[in-house]
């Protein structure tokens, strides 16, 4: 998708995309040649009667000290100093990142609607399932396409793993 959908998105060739929370090809981007109020959020659409959707979301940058670091104190501080409010501010005015710091104040439409729906957001599977059941779901897909496995199947042994 990276850098081709962008291009036939910006080219009037598309008339929406799937963009990123992050700091490449999003509402900063977008906002360049559409103007802010022309760039905005779909919700995903509601399959099943009676549910609401919510914001898949992952957990972006991660930051960790490691065991042998010479001055573990020095290597803290500088996580948060990286993820202050003052550092998430600018991370998301020069880079266009949407932060999960509630605090950062979006202006624009498209960014204050994402925002809003961080409270309510579920964690995307690749984040919420083990790496043990990615892999099975990373197999199983090629076998639902290949038909050696139904869906129903595959379903039942992604629910016993992600149990186990």
């Known amino acids: 998708m990276f850098t081709d959908a962008f ?3 910006q080219s009037g060739k598309a008339t929406n995309i799937i963009g990123l929370m992050s700091d490449i090809g999003h509402w900063k981007d977008f906002n360049e040649f559409l103007g802010p109020d022309n760039v905005g959020v779909m919700k995903s659409p509601v399959v099943n009667e009676g549910t609401t959707p919510s914001l898949p979301f992952d957990g972006g940058i ?3 000290v490691a065991k042998w670091t010479k001055d573990p ?3 803290a501080d500088l996580v948060r100093s990286l993820t202050s409010t003052e550092a998430l501010t600018a991370f998301y005015t020069n880079a266009g990142a949407v932060v999960s710091d509630t ?3 979006a202006a624009e439409p498209a960014v204050t609607a994402l925002v ?3 409270k309510t957001g579920k964690p995307a599977l690749h984040v919420a399932l ?3 059941t990615i892999e099975l779901m990373g197999r199983l897909s090629q076998q ?3 038909g050696s496995v139904t869906v129903d199947a595959a379903l039942k042994q992604l629910g016993e793993s992600d149990r186990s």
């Open 62 to 64: 991660g930051y960790g």
């Open 116 to 118: 809003a729906d961080l």
């Open 73 to 75: 104190a020095l290597a």
């Open 144 to 146: 639902i396409l290949d």
């Open 7 to 9: 291009g036939i998105f």
């Open 103 to 105: 605090t950062v104040k």
């Open 130 to 132: 083990s790496s043990k």
